[in-house]
């Protein structure tokens, strides 16, 4: 049973950058068939994904992060990491760290989420 | 992006009701769209992969359907554990989108 776990600071003043680690633990983040994932939730609102990476380092960005988003993997300790600089309060949101599973057949779905972090932009 | 559109946005049932949420993309997906479940303050929880392959330890009172740019999930009869947000996902382009949600409600 893999299970994800995001850690970091729960608030960060404007201009400056949010930085998470999701640490993945049950299995490895080396696997195949894996993209380590990053998905946001502003409150009350719907799930915007921000991008993923897999374990070789290749990443995906959402451009409407307008690349102010870097992600990163740590595979020695079996962990990846979310950097979003110059956050407003428009980035508030609990975030959340997940696996984007590929199968088979080529399908692709989120199997695995981490409980999720709230953070607060605000001076 | 390919925008997808959920309706209704909420709906009021009883517990052994049918329940129906439609998930419309805009623009042909085949059957890359995915359904999850969302309790307050919690992860969200994968239902159905796959347009309609249900995910293993979910009850068979959930089921999913539909190809191209129409999508239906449906709950044959609600439990009262079901009250919770639905989200679908599509998965055949990037960046993944989700719809908006629909809260499904006590009546």
């Known amino acids: 049973q893999v299970q994800l776990q995001e850690s970091g600071p729960g608030l960060v003043k404007p201009s400056q950058t949010l930085s998470l680690t999701c640490t993945v633990s049950?299995?490895?983040?080396?696997?195949?068939?894996?993209?380590w994932s990053w998905v946001r939730q502003p409150p009350g609102r719907g799930l915007e994904w921000i991008g993923y990476?897999?374990?070789?380092?290749?990443?995906y960005h959402n451009p409407s992060l307008k690349r102010r988003d870097t992600i990163s993997v740590d595979t020695s300790k079996n962990q990846f990491s979310l950097e979003l600089r110059s956050v407003t309060a428009a980035d508030t949101a609990v975030y959340y760290c997940?696996?984007?599973?590929?199968?088979?057949?080529?399908?692709?779905?989120?199997?695995?989420w981490g409980q999720g972090t709230l953070v607060t932009v605000s001076s | 992006d390919i925008q997808m559109t959920q309706s209704p946005s909420s709906l009021s049932a009883s517990v052994g009701d049918r329940v129906t949420i439609t998930c419309r993309a805009s623009?042909?997906?085949?059957?890359?769209l995915n359904w999850y479940q969302q309790k307050p303050g919690k992860a969200p929880n994968l239902l159905i992969f796959?347009?309609?392959s249900l995910q293993s330890g979910v009850p068979l009172r959930f089921s999913g359907s539909g190809s191209g740019t129409d999508f239906t999930l449906t709950i044959s009869s609600l439990q009262p554990e079901d009250f919770a947000t639905y989200y679908c996902?599509?998965?055949?382009?990037?960046?993944?989108?989700f719809g908006q949600g629909t809260k499904v409600e006590i009546k």
């Open positions: 997940a696996r984007y599973y590929f199968d088979s057949s080529g399908y692709y779905y989120v199997d695995y």
């Open positions: 049950g299995g490895s983040i080396s696997s195949d068939n894996s993209f």
């Open positions: 990476i897999y374990s070789t380092g290749s990443t």
């Open positions: 623009q042909s997906i085949s059957t890359y």
């Open positions: 796959a347009a309609s």
């Open positions: 996902q599509q998965s055949y382009n990037t960046p993944p989108t």
